[in-house]
């Protein structure tokens, strides 16, 4: 099985059952009312759409045009950065609501009792689904290499899916403890809030985190995925350097295509060139066994 076709199996998968969570998210919500399962109902909801867009760009990324002759490659880093920024959105939306309603108690004291009898069984369920869902599509980009944009952010992003459903939960646990009429009590009126902005505070880092790498491959600078870089420094080192001793390599990886140039540092005479000729169609070999969407190019 190519490692598309991996690709896109898993983001099968990841829409049924983001499906299935924003469903039920923004279900529980409309009986509840919780601001902060609306911020995980839709999260998921946004997890739902971007699996169905995610799955058409890892359809379209491997097309070669005029103008993208190795392929369209950078349509998957642009996912993960529109994806992000969707949900960094969200969390704004979502703070600034449940602020309004918590400024309304405190100032006016104006407000409404919660309802979190349904919450508790929700987030066991929906907890045991979003971690099971990153797990797992943690798992098929590791059998590709961890080569997958895609399946990297939609692995974290069902990370903090569940990060946000474990914190309700919490939160909703603990409330039965609190008597809504002890010094406590306003937790009952503006708890909601408390609630989303521990969720934004633990959320925030991996949208940011995406887009910074993200925004990387898009531009061409040189890649910083560790296991990447020391595959191929040790392709090169088995098959470039008995032939041309002094060399370096760029390594730039742009979604699941990789582009290596070997810059050679020392005079390269014509048997030199033959052998390194070979050499890199050597080395290819070897590294498409792993990777399979990849360019080595020497540069003089």
Known sequence: M?????????????????????????FVYCITGLQALFLD???SLIAFVSTILAAVVSRISRIKTKAYPDGLHFLEPLYAIFKALLILLLLGVSIAETGRTAYAYFAYGEGELMNIDPVVPYSICMVIMCFGLSLFNRHQNKRINN???????????????GLQ????????VLLFFVD????????????????????????V???????FNSFREISGGITGDRELINYINGAADEFISPVAEKNRREIVKTGMYIDVKILLDEEITHDMY??????????????KQKYENIRISFEF
């Open 274 to 287: 033959a052998a390194l000729l070979t050499a890199k169609e050597d080395m290819h070999a070897n590294i």
């Open 180 to 203: 809504p009429d002890s010094s406590l009590g306003f937790l009952w009126y503006t708890g909601d809030f408390f609630i989303t902005l521990f969720l934004v505070i633990v959320s």
């Open 147 to 161: 080569t997958s944009t895609i399946l990297a952010a939609e692995s974290k992003g069902n990370f903090v899916d």
């Open 41 to 43: 109902g839709v999260f």
């Open 205 to 211: 880092r991996e949208p940011v985190v995406i887009i």
């Open 165 to 172: 459903t474990l914190g309700i939960g919490i939160a909703a």
């Open 2 to 26: 190519t490692q598309k076709k991996i690709e896109r199996n898993a983001l099968i998968v990841s829409s049924v059952t983001n499906f299935i969570i924003a469903f039920s998210g923004i």
